[in-house]
């Protein structure tokens, strides 16, 4: 398997603008997790997914965050619109189970201008 | 909620030194997990410690959790320069991986 695979790599848009990142977890995994990481704030949980199902979405900032998992081998989280303060690494994690281990994909650098 | 304080932020090391990270939080933990996160890396899974008083060792690496599974530690002897990075404890107490800040450790040759 290839690991979690996120795209874009790096995003660069202006305020205002709609972004969307696009997460691809490891077939077989039931739980998929978004993160969030900057210097101030570390690494913060946005919401987690358990079989496709929206499971806790309390840490998604404000309603400008949403994020939906059609499928089991598709995520996307939306921000719309989009504003400098959102500038950050966002990183999309699978597990197998609850508790076990999160692969992590690569990651996608936003850049808010 | 549940919160995972992590110390020390930063840590700058000699090569062939000791070191170690402490990991605390303010909940009961039904485990804690370590990992490494490599400059313009992703946060990569170390291990899991599941039991009370759990002691596991992967080569110069010791990781410790706590009697009360409420506090956890990782111990890196004789430092080397693969050892730069930030390591991270995340604790789940319910279906959550929530991550402390991170130790920073840089090593000087």
């Known amino acids: 398997d290839a690991g979690v695979i996120q795209s874009p790599r790096h995003e660069v848009t202006e305020m205002g603008q709609e972004v969307t990142l696009r997460c691809k977890p490891i077939?077989?995994?039931?739980?998929l997790f978004w993160y969030r990481q900057t210097m101030m704030r570390g690494l913060e949980l946005l919401i987690y997914?358990?079989?496709?199902?929206?499971?806790?979405d309390s840490g998604m900032p404000e309603d400008r965050f949403s994020a939906k998992m059609p499928n089991a081998s598709f995520s996307t989280l939306k921000i719309q619109p989009s504003e400098p303060r959102d500038s950050a690494v966002y990183f999309c994690?699978?597990?197998?189970?609850?508790?076990?281990?999160?692969?992590f994909g690569q990651g996608t650098r936003l850049t808010v201008v | 909620g549940q919160q995972v304080m992590q110390i020390p932020q930063y840590q700058h090391v000699q090569e062939g030194e000791d070191f170690t990270t402490y990991c605390n939080s303010s909940?009961?933990?039904?485990?804690i997990q370590w990992y490494k996160q490599r400059p313009g890396g992703h946060p990569v899974f170390l291990i899991q410690?599941?039991?009370?008083?759990e002691v596991k060792k992967q080569k110069r690496l010791t990781f410790q959790f706590g009697e009360a599974k409420k506090n956890s530690s990782l111990h890196i002897t004789a430092t080397q320069t693969t050892d730069v990075g930030t390591y991270f404890c995340?604790?789940?107490?319910?279906?959550?991986?929530?991550f402390g800040a991170g130790t920073t450790v840089t090593v000087r040759a």
């Open positions: 077939s077989g995994h039931d739980y």
């Open positions: 997914f358990n079989n496709n199902v929206p499971i806790d």
């Open positions: 410690l599941v039991k009370s008083g």
């Open positions: 909940t009961t933990l039904s485990n």
């Open positions: 995340a604790g789940t107490n319910d279906y959550k991986l929530s």
């Open positions: 994690a699978s597990s197998l189970l609850a508790r076990t281990e999160a692969f």
